[in-house]
């Protein structure tokens, strides 16, 4: 994926990229904002979530689990979708292990906790920012990377511009 940087008008992210960041985001919020209720109230009342549930996790109530799903997944997610912003060389690996471990997530909910229909739709996400993430380029360059030409600029000149202002 490229930057679209000589249409007017035209989005800084190709559209799969968009699509990927956009997943990335509202997962993080979902999560956030699920995990901190959950957190807030461990009888699982701001939710309608049932602790009795948790019968089969090592959980007594939903503190931790919240907590883990704020951090862990809000916190991956949104960790993800910001690198993507910044055109960072770590964000498609950070997506593909947020995806995957979304999955892991849902899989392991399945097992030990309980089949909710919204677990099959997370693990949708799951797999969608995985797939969108493998179709992005290994590294993105970051704005402004590319010259006019549409090549790297050379290591080498931003020494030889030190050097020429006096510095080593």
């Given at each position: 994926m490229t930057r679209h940087q000589d249409t007017v008008g035209a989005s800084a992210y190709p559209s799969e990229e968009r699509a990927l960041m956009g997943l990335e985001f509202g997962t993080a919020g979902a999560a956030l904002g699920g995990g901190i209720l959950l957190a807030?109230?461990?009888?699982?009342?701001?939710?309608?979530?049932?602790?009795?549930?948790?019968r089969r996790t090592p959980f007594r109530d939903w503190r931790l689990p919240g907590l883990l799903l704020a951090m862990g997944?809000?916190?991956?997610?949104?960790?993800?979708?910001?690198?993507?912003l910044r055109r960072h060389r770590a964000a498609r690996p950070v997506s593909l292990a947020a995806g995957l471990a979304l999955i892991g997530l849902e899989a392991w909910e399945i097992a030990f906790v309980e089949y909710q229909p919204l677990e099959a739709v997370f693990v949708g996400i799951g797999a969608a920012v995985v797939v969108l993430a493998l179709r992005l380029p290994p590294e993105t360059p970051a704005p402004g990377a590319l010259g006019?030409?549409?090549?790297?600029?050379?290591?080498?000149?931003?020494?030889?511009?030190?050097?020429?202002?006096?510095?080593a």
């Open positions: 807030l109230r461990p009888d699982g009342s701001f939710l309608h979530a049932d602790p009795s549930v948790l997944c809000g916190g991956g997610y949104l960790t993800a979708g910001m690198l993507h006019a030409a549409g090549a790297l600029a050379p290591a080498h000149s931003l020494h030889r511009r030190r050097r020429r202002r006096g510095a």
